[in-house]
C-alpha cells in the first residue's frame, strides 16, 4: 500500500494565484516525519521542510505554508502568490521512527506545479 | 545547497559499456544512499551506506555496482545495463545513519540513457 498520496499529478496556475498542493500519509507509527521537497527541471530534489508527528502547528516561511492535519492524515503545502520560479515537481515523504530497516522514507509520486506568466 | 554533487550530470551509454557515477558530500554526514528515479514512479532506493559500510541493498541488479571508498564519496559502478534502466540517478546524505529520521540531502542527480 502507498504509504505517500499526493492525488494531483499536475496543475497549472496562473502567476500570483496561490495554490495547494495535496498530501495525505498513512502509518501506525505514533512517531513520525513529513517532509515536501521540490525538483525543480535541472533535477535537484531541494528539501523544504520536515515536521514531526507531534508538533502540529502551521509553518509559514515567506510565500511557503504548510499545513499539518494528524486528524485526517494530511500534510498540505500552500504557494501564496505563485511565481514562475516555483514550477517544479513537488515531493511530499513520510519516514517512520519505528522502521528498523535502513528504507524507511517513502516518497508520494510527486505534483507538478506549472505556473502560467 | 551544493552540499551534494553528481557527476556526470548526463550519461548516454550503450549496453556493453562500462561506466560510473560519482557522488561527493561536502556536509560531514555519516550516510549516503542511492535512488533511481524512472517516469510516473516513486523514488527507489537502491543502496545505503552508513559510515562506508553498505547497510542496504534493495534488491538491484549486479549490473548495478556499489563503492563508498570513504563517508564523503559514494560511487555507483554500472555494465552491462539495459534500455529500462534509463533513469534519473540520485544521490543523498544525512547525518544520522539509518535507521532514522533525519533529513536526507540530494544532489542534482545524473540522466542516464542507456542505448
Known amino acids: 500500500a502507498q504509504k505517500v498520496t499526493q492525488a494531483q499529478t499536475e496543475i497549472s496556475v496562473v502567476e500570483k494565484e496561490d495554490v495547494t498542493l495535496d498530501c495525505v500519509y498513512e502509518?501506525?507509527?505514533?512517531?513520525?516525519?513529513l517532509f515536501w521537497y521540490k525538483q525543480p527541471p535541472s533535477g535537484e530534489l531541494v528539501f523544504l521542510i520536515r515536521?514531526?508527528?507531534?508538533?502540529?502547528q502551521n509553518e509559514i516561511s515567506g510565500r511557503y505554508s504548510w499545513n499539518f492535519q494528524k486528524s485526517t492524515s494530511s500534510f498540505n503545502f500552500t504557494i501564496t502568490a505563485s511565481q514562475v520560479v516555483d514550477s517544479a515537481v513537488y515531493f511530499c515523504?513520510?519516514?517512520?521512527?519505528?522502521?528498523?530497516?535502513?528504507?524507511?522514507?517513502?516518497f508520494g509520486t510527486g505534483t507538478r506545479l506549472t505556473v502560467i506568466p | 545547497e551544493t552540499g551534494v554533487t553528481q557527476t556526470p550530470r548526463h550519461l548516454v551509454m550503450g549496453m556493453t559499456n562500462k561506466k560510473s557515477l560519482k557522488c561527493e558530500q561536502h556536509l560531514g554526514h555519516n550516510a549516503m544512499y542511492w535512488y533511481k528515479q524512472s517516469a510516473k514512479k516513486p523514488l527507489e532506493l537502491m543502496f545505503v551506506y552508513s559510515l562506508e559500510e553498505r547497510v542496504e541493498n534493495n534488491s538491484v541488479p549486479s549490473r548495478f555496482s556499489p563503492e563508498c571508498p570513504n563517508s564523503s564519496h559514494l560511487f555507483l559502478h554500472l555494465h552491462t545495463l539495459q534500455p529500462e534502466d534509463s533513469a534519473l540517478y540520485l544521490c543523498?546524505?544525512?547525518?544520522?545513519?539509518?535507521?532514522?529520521?533525519?533529513?536526507?540531502?540530494f544532489g542534482p542527480g545524473t540522466r542516464l540513457t542507456v542505448l
Open positions: 515523504a513520510l519516514s517512520e521512527a519505528d522502521q528498523t530497516g535502513a528504507n524507511n522514507l517513502f
Open positions: 515536521r514531526n508527528s507531534f508538533d502540529e
Open positions: 543523498a546524505s544525512s547525518q544520522d545513519p539509518p535507521p532514522s529520521t533525519d533529513t536526507q540531502y
Open positions: 502509518t501506525r507509527d505514533t512517531t513520525y516525519y
